[in-house]
């Protein structure tokens, strides 16, 4: 197995509210005809997925997915980007968990849970800077 993720399917319980938030956050959808509404991102794609159909894909009941403890990064150039895009995702509806911050590493994080309960971190990794197009690295580029 190479080492990398393609897509992240969400569950979400409304796929128009939840594509409404990510279109407000100026994500663009691209076409998909088979119920999934997917936005691409550099080298993935995020797929919006009926919450009802992913557990039925699994062949689960819908009680057996649970909510998982897991965060959804996207990783910005600065700490003032993190304070932006924080402020986006609020306006767009999201709860902000964590208001954006320094933490103990030397970077600069912040959380909100989506309109669709997933959990996203905005960050900044100075240890970690983007590629030119944004791709992350753990180390960096």
């Known amino acids: 197995m190479e080492q990398r993720v393609s897509l992240i399917t969400l569950g979400v319980p409304d796929m128009d509210k939840a594509a409404a938030f990510y279109d407000a956050l100026g994500w663009t959808r691209a076409e998909s005809p088979d119920g999934v509404i997917a936005y691409d991102l550099i080298s993935q794609t995020l797929g919006l997925y009926p919450l009802e159909k992913l557990a039925e894909d699994m062949g689960l009941p819908l009680s057996a997915l649970g ?48 309109p669709d309960g997933h959990i996203w971190e905005i960050a900044h990794n100075p240890f970690s ?3 030119e197009e944004g791709a992350f690295r753990w180390n960096g580029f």
């Open 67 to 114: 909510a998982g403890a897991m965060t959804l990064s996207h990783n910005t150039r600065s700490a003032q980007e993190v304070d932006q895009l924080m402020q986006a995702a609020k306006a767009a509806g999201a709860e902000v968990l964590r208001p954006a911050g320094e933490v103990f590493w030397g970077g600069y994080i912040g959380y909100f849970r989506a």
């Open 129 to 131: 800077p983007l590629s």
